[in-house]
């Protein structure tokens, strides 16, 4: 990783520090919501096409 991240050449160095920052510090101000505190996945559907959105279905806990 230290290699990546000194190389000057390197076409994907955000990319590697941005995943090196992501790793290190994602589980100090992530927290990750427990079930009772999201919506079902049918009633966030049913919302989205109430007002015309696009879901992105990665963001959800998966309470079906």
């Not at 000194?6 to 101000?29: A, E, P, R, T, V």
């Not at 919506?39 to 959800?60: P, R």
């Amino acid at each position: 990783i230290e290699n990546l991240l000194l190389d000057k050449n390197n076409q994907f160095y955000l990319y590697d520090l941005l995943g090196i920052l992501k790793s290190s510090f994602l589980d100090k101000i992530f927290i990750q919501p427990d079930y009772e505190e999201c919506i079902s996945v049918y009633e966030a559907v049913k919302f989205s096409n109430s007002i015309n959105a696009i879901l992105h279905m990665h963001c959800f806990c998966w309470n079906l």
